[in-house]
């Protein structure tokens, strides 16, 4: 999984924030035991959580578990050091998660439902008569599913050529599978090309089950 630098450098200035947080607590009473209980100032609280809910939004999305847990502890903050706590451990959690590369599968889902989609709009082209579109939106599936595989096998992205032999020596497939998507991406390529005798109707529904199938094992 590529990690945003960008995202990496936000989380390293909320810790930050956070422990300013920390430092500004107070006593606000101290029990007849003599436990101190402490409170944060609500507005570095504030300030502090609203910048995290905005990452994780926009990291790991609104109906993440990381975000819902968030925004639950923001609307319950009472004010107290360990209502913070909570919080912080729950910045923690996503900042564990996404520098450890987790996020991975969740956007590997959703980019495989994507390209589902294209595909079933190539199958549709398919049965209209339409194979050479069909080959074209078939070729930029290939194309960006074996992107997808190159950024999760720590291969260097470029042109599909490339890729498909690189991926093949990382292990991500064997060299039948290699042979099979180099002969789709010829397929592809005429038709991108406007070489449209130079291969058949049984020829561009054999790509596009094909390429079907390694999204679906994405």
């Not at 504030?46 to 609104?62: D, I, S």
């Not at 451990?89 to 294209?118: M, N, W």
């Not at 992107?147 to 890729?163: F, Q």
């Amino acid at each position: 999984m590529h990690l945003d630098p960008i995202i990496i450098r936000r989380f390293k200035e909320l810790e930050a924030k956070a422990e300013a947080v920390l430092a500004a607590k107070v006593v606000d009473f101290v029990s007849a035991e003599g436990k101190s209980y402490h409170k944060v100032p609500s507005d570095m609280y504030k300030e502090w959580a609203t910048n995290v809910l905005n990452l994780v939004h926009r990291t790991f999305g609104e109906s993440s578990i990381h975000y819902r847990n968030l925004a639950k502890h923001y609307e319950s903050f009472g004010g107290w050091l360990s209502d913070f706590n909570d919080s912080y451990g729950i910045f923690r959690a996503a900042r564990e998660d996404y520098e450890g590369g987790y996020l991975f599968h969740i956007r590997t889902l959703a980019k495989a439902e994507v390209l589902s989609d294209a595909i079933a709009q190539a199958k549709e082209l398919l049965a209209s008569g339409y194979k050479d579109p069909a080959c074209i939106l078939a070729r930029v599936s290939l194309e960006s599913t074996l992107k997808d595989l190159a950024n999760k096998y720590g291969v260097s992205e470029g042109k599909l050529d490339r890729m498909n032999a690189d991926l093949t020596k990382a292990g991500a497939y064997n060299m039948a599978k290699q042979k099979q998507i180099t002969a789709w991406a010829e397929i592809g390529n005429k038709a991108a090309h406007g070489e449209w005798t130079h291969y058949t109707e049984q020829d561009a529904a054999a790509m596009v089950a094909g390429v079907e199938s390694l999204v679906a094992d994405l």
